[in-house]
């Protein structure tokens, strides 16, 4: 069993950055590939970025390529997402996953309760 926990969101202004942190309580998490994910209002949850247990290795969904970067940190249990230049198509509320073997598809076993990010005009 994963918790994770995201922080970070809030409210920022087209053209700011935003850093969210996703903390997770396992003793096995650089065995998990960490995900974040997120779903604005009517919308389904969507794939944003992906990072191997080791952190050597990054995937992102094309329309975040240059704006988004995922790392983690495995000493400390914590997975990042650096936001920049964000858009307010990019307000939703934005999940961190783990998931573990297999690690595909771009999916996640465990599921974070997600921290709103609002992207005003």
């Known amino acids: 069993q994963v918790q994770l926990v995201e922080s970070g969101g809030g409210l920022v202004q087209a053209g700011g950055s935003l850093r969210l942190s996703c903390a997770a309580s396992?003793?096995?998490?650089?065995?998990?590939?960490m995900r974040w994910f997120r779903q604005a209002p009517g919308k389904e949850r969507e794939f944003l970025a992906g990072i191997s247990p080791s952190g050597a290795n990054t995937d992102y969904v094309d329309f975040v390529k240059g704006r988004f970067t995922i790392a983690r940190d495995n000493a400390k249990n914590t997975v990042y997402l650096q936001m920049n230049n964000l858009k307010p198509e990019d307000t939703a509320v934005y999940y961190c996953?783990?998931?573990?073997?297999?690690?595909?598809?771009?999916?996640?076993?465990?599921w974070g309760p997600g921290t709103q990010v609002t992207v005003s005009s």
């Open positions: 996953g783990a998931k573990g073997v297999p690690y595909n598809p771009r999916v996640a076993d465990y």
């Open positions: 396992t003793r096995t998490f650089n065995a998990y590939v």
